[in-house]
């Protein structure tokens, strides 16, 4: 070919001599055109392609760093361990310095409009998104876990996929920018080989030498042309994302190595397929096919972007689930060339968002769904009730031993007993009603489309199942029973919460008529108002706490054996009403009992208790007073934290540990005997003192007497009161007495009430007497050394 255009140019001029220095000038004027358009498109392509590759690591890299961010505040979430929760708190600052380094430096470099408009959402968004994580950050340190986890699956994570979102639409447009320099170099070369061309068809003699020279200085551009196009297409092959490119007839032409990893489809085997046959994408909720994307693109030249995920089925069995974006490929003329599909698997963090929303609607010990989860169900039921007129019943279960199980063999026996429990319950409910664990040892149990008599059958089951179900731990055996309060769900049964309110009222009306028990709920009940009495009362307990308004009395305890002058005072607990009348602790506490308060009542009791007695001992109004006595509850008595809250208590108020005795009622001690037998030594040791109150009441006094380190036993007032009446309870007196005598223990006669009775008493050999006909109860900032004088 080479000769022929040789022989061709000589025989040009010998015809065109005349004419050789026109077509010499205009054949050097074409080629230096030819040369500079070749080496300004040559800059501007690697220009183009460097800058397109810095972008696109920039952007990756926020990318990573945005995603590792999240990735670590769901592990702070998961994690209990502090140390290991600030670990992953410092690697989710170092994500985002990385994030905010990437972002930068790609502000720093020559951005398209289109580029910043982009940027700034992403930061509008991405400020928001890192105000939400530093929200779940704070909730995981103040250890509110399940609104931890609430916040980022409802708020952190969606915000944080609509960053990803915008950083996708950078990464989309830098790989269009690449897929357009490539396109435009390659008409450039084209443009430039017929340039070339035409040279060497009008070179004469001169144009074989020039030829030559064009050849060599094309192949030397064609080759950095190539090397530019071969760094472009590495660029497309290397990123995270899965990249396929089809032509005008919707045929494969590029499948990078991600592509193929996801459709199991190799790129020599993908090549001229038509695309719909490699990528099989079908809706994740309805499981149908649905259209290719890419094909959508082309259609309608149009962006077409993911607004929910897809699943996509590989060729080697494997499900995926993606996100996308595809767009038209034009050509220099504007017209549809093909188009470009990227999508990118999300399937981990897919399953961690559905992990995470599963976590948040159900209950970790059960595997019930929780009390948020169950309330959204009620209230939709209700709305069912008032549309539709439908049937529903609302139980509300809760277990009447439970705290026996966990108080004597720990929290572990507690939980298998829940999990046990709730292993048959689902033996007993319908498919169509709704099972939840509400907290601690509280279940409730939607009914749906039933009637209330056989919703009450379901309940009597319900009852008859626990109570017929026997734990056993560790060779002890429980026998467990519920009590169970049902609400007809009606057209006026009003919100979520009164319908939960009333459930839960109905429930402790069943406990309080001796538990094991089912108790519908209805209007203007006697019952339910005595509960709702009691509600009041905790409102007021919890105002007088947070106010400090209890008033603290005190009663004398005058000794009755011979030479024993020492007197001894017992810490009394009143409430003030309204009105400024005093109201006795029968009336109150109770209530306290009941909702567990009385763990802060007693706190409250002992710190005001030593500060006054501070005080009285310092003014010396107190100096006659052997030994002060304060009431512990059952439920203190349960209180881990206790014994220390005495010993710094005791400490920093610098008192007399022996002048303190701490009186503990016969019925709590034996219901937590270990417990409190643990609590006594400790206390012990410190060099306090204990006293068993209302000694006689239960029903296995002297067995747990022996067990226990007590100075004093108090006996009940019960027998006391009318011993000079009833003969059994002279008997019962003197019994208690003797057997003190017997262990060393010093006996306290309580509800003294006349002369006979102490006389009585004395003879008997009773340690101490205590009551009204002794000594009237006395504010206790009212002690004076005058008022110890006993009234007899």
């Known amino acids: 070919m080479a000769k022929d255009v040789t022989r061709s140019i000589r025989m040009l001029t010998y015809r065109l001599s005349l004419g050789f220095a026109g077509i010499l000038f205009l054949m050097l004027l074409l080629s230096v055109l030819a040369l500079n358009s070749i080496d300004a498109t040559q800059r501007q ?17 926020m990318r990573n760093a945005a995603r590792e961010r999240t990735i670590s505040l769901y592990r702070m979430i998961t994690l209990r361990d502090p140390f290991e929760q600030d670990e992953e708190f410092m690697r989710f600052n170092r994500h985002g310095a990385q994030f905010a380094e990437a972002r930068i430096a790609l502000l720093d470099m020559d951005l398209t409009a289109k580029e910043r408009s982009v940027l700034d959402r992403q930061a509008e968004i991405t400020g928001v998104a890192v105000a939400l994580q530093a929200q779940v950050v704070d909730l995981v340190q103040l250890g509110e876990i399940a609104q931890a986890k609430k916040l980022l699956l409802e708020q952190s994570v969606p915000m944080q996929d609509k960053v990803f979102e915008q950083l996708v639409i950078l990464l989309n447009i830098q790989k269009l920018a690449a897929a357009q320099a490539n396109g435009e170099t390659a008409v450039a070369n084209s443009q430039a080989r017929t340039s070339m061309l035409v040279l060497g068809t009008t070179a004469l003699v001169l144009g074989v030498l020039i030829a030559v020279v064009v050849v060599r200085h094309t192949r030397k551009n064609e080759l950095g042309l190539y090397q530019e196009k071969e760094r472009a297409q590495t660029t497309l092959t290397s990123i995270g994302e899965a990249v396929v490119t089809i032509n005008a007839n919707g045929n494969i032409e590029l499948i990078n190595p991600v592509a193929e990893h996801m459709t199991g489809c190799a790129a020599l085997s993908a090549q001229g397929k038509p695309v719909s046959d490699v990528l099989v994408l079908y809706e994740e909720k309805t499981d149908l096919r649905c259209s290719d994307p890419a094909l959508m693109a082309l259609a309608e030249n ?33 017209h549809t060339a093909g188009a470009v599909l990227v999508f990118r698997n999300i399937t981990e963090v897919h399953d961690m968002a559905k992990k995470i929303a599963y976590q948040a609607s159900h209950d970790f010990l059960t595997d019930l769904i929780n009390r948020h989860e ?16 439908q049937n529903h019943v609302l139980c509300y279960l809760d277990l009447d031993q439970f705290k026996v199980v966990n108080d004597t063999c720990g929290h572990v026996a507690g939980d298998e007993l829940l999990k046990q429990l709730t292993a048959l319950f689902k033996t007993r409910v319908r498919k169509t009603d709704t099972l939840a664990r509400l907290g601690g040892d509280e279940f409730a149990l939607l009914i749906s489309d039933c009637d209330l008599p056989h919703a009450m059958e379901i309940a009597e089951d319900l009852r008859r199942l626990v109570h017929s179900f026997r734990f056993v731990w560790q060779d002890t055996t429980f026998e467990i029973s519920a ?23 109905a429930c402790y009306a069943a406990k309080g008529l001796g538990r094991n028990k089912i108790y519908l709920y209805k209007h203007d009940d006697k019952i339910l108002e005595r509960w709702h009495g009691e509600m009041q009362w905790i409102g007021r307990i919890r105002e007088t706490l947070e106010a400090s308004e209890f008033q603290l009395f005190v009663q004398y305890v005058y000794p009755l054996t011979p030479g024993n002058t020492q007197i001894c005072a017992e810490i009394l607990l009143r409430m003030q009403d309204r009105s400024g009348t005093l109201v006795p602790p029968g009336a109150f506490l109770p209530a306290a009992e009941r909702y567990n308060l009385m763990p802060e009542v007693d ?34 008595l349960g209180d881990e934290g206790f014994v220390d809250f005495m010993i710094q208590s005791v400490m920093n108020r610098k008192l007399d540990p022996t002048s303190i005795c701490l009186e503990i009622t016969e019925t709590a001690a034996v219901s937590n005997l270990s417990r409190v037998r643990e609590m006594m030594l400790k206390l012990q040791r410190l060099g306090c003192r204990f006293a068993l109150d209302d000694f006689g009441s239960g029903l296995s006094s002297f067995t747990y007497l022996k067990n226990l380190p007590v100075s004093y036993v108090k006996i009940d007032g ?57 000594h009237e109860p006395v504010a206790l900032e009212q002690i004076t050394s005058d008022s110890l004088r006993m009234r007899s």
């Open 718 to 774: 019960s027998f006391v009161r009318d011993m000079l009446n009833n003969p059994m309870d002279i008997a019962i007196v003197d019994a208690i007495n003797q057997i003190g005598r017997v262990m060393g223990l010093e006996t306290i006669a309580e509800y003294v009430e006349n002369q006979g009775t102490l006389e009585r008493l004395k003879l008997m050999g009773v340690t101490y007497a205590q009551g009204n006909f002794l």
């Open 302 to 334: 149009r962006v077409i972007a993911s607004t929910e995920p897809r699943t996509l089925h590989s060729q080697t069995g494997e499900t995926f689930i993606i996100e996308y974006t595809a767009a038209p490929v034009h050509d220099a003329q504007g």
């Open 45 to 61: 392509l690697t220009g183009i392609v460097q800058e397109l590759n810095v972008k696109t690591e920039m952007v990756t890299a």
């Open 603 to 636: 706190r409250w009791v002992v710190h005001n208790a030593f500060e006054a007695i501070e005080r009285l001992v310092r003014t010396g109004n107190a100096r006659d007073i052997r030994m002060w006595s304060i009431n512990l509850s059952g439920q203190t």
């Open 374 to 389: 169950f309330e959204l169900r009620l209230d939709r039921a209700l709305h069912g009730v008032r549309a539709k007129d």
């Open 483 to 505: 009590s169970i309060g049902m609400v007809p769900l009606t057209s006026t049964s009003g919100t979520m919460t009164d319908v939960l309110a009333a459930a839960d009222s």
